[in-house]
């Protein structure tokens, strides 16, 4: 079933000279979730944020820590950031030939698992997968940076992943990620996501602003 909407601010938009006061800061301003993007300049063209850094962090917000990890291989860093307090970590099927390993490796980590899919991916890529998944990550950009444009093809997909979840009767968050804004979210919920990443859309403007931009994204106007 479709959540109510949650807000999922990445940081990669925030300034990172003062990481732990901007995640306080969202944390503040309502945010649900805190969205780490991870990123290894060899899966995506940039290099971002390790598990250090996820440590360093983890005592600035009670939020869940939803990490996503834009790296292969994946396997060998999955324990590191749930050691550094992840609570969902989601793999990219394209990431590797066995995301299904990944994934049976995230939860023994005892954190919840999520799967992305990159925009050129289709919803089918999750159909081995649902019965296993506590997230699944549709891409709205080709991952690798902040500030890209909505790929409106993504909405479509939505609506094929959320029929997939309702059927299954799990409890699955559909997250959606990449160039959302208050003007896009209606568009975004009616498609069936119940978690929408922000990362500009909540950074923009600085500190003063950020409750503003959170309540926007949810849709109320
Ligand atoms: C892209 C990342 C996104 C991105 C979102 O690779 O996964 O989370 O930072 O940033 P905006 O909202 O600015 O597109
Ligand atoms: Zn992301």
């Known amino acids: 079933m479709q959540q109510p909407v949650r807000i999922a601010p990445s940081i990669l938009s925030s300034d990172f000279a003062r990481l732990g006061d901007e995640v306080r800061a969202v944390s503040e301003a309502g945010a649900d979730y805190i969205h780490i993007d991870v990123m290894d300049g060899h899966f995506v063209p940039n290099i971002t944020i390790g598990p250090d ?23 060998a860093y999955v324990e590191a950031f749930a050691d550094a307090g992840a609570d969902i970590i989601t793999a990219h099927v394209e990431a590797g030939v066995h995301v299904h390993r990944t994934l049976q490796l995230i939860k023994s980590c005892g954190v919840k698992a999520g799967v992305s ?21 549709v891409m709205s950009v080709n991952p690798g940076f902040g500030g890209q444009s909505f790929i409106a093809s993504q909405l479509d997909k939505v609506r094929r992943i959320r029929s997939r979840i309702d059927q299954s009767g799990r409890d699955i968050d559909l997250e959606l990620d990449g160039g959302m804004n208050a003007e896009l ?14 990362g500009s859309a909540t950074f923009k403007d600085g500190p003063a602003r950020y409750a503003e931009n959170i309540r926007l994204l949810r849709g109320q106007g």
């Open 185 to 198: 979210a209606p568009e975004a919920i009616a498609a069936g996501a119940d978690v929408l990443v922000a």
């Open 53 to 75: 850094v996820v440590k360093a962090i983890r005592p600035c917000s009670e939020l869940p820590f939803d990490v996503h990890l834009m790296i292969a291989p994946v396997d």
């Open 117 to 137: 899919l990159n925009p050129g991916t289709p919803a089918e890529a999750v159909d081995n997968l649902i019965h296993m998944v506590d997230l699944i990550l």
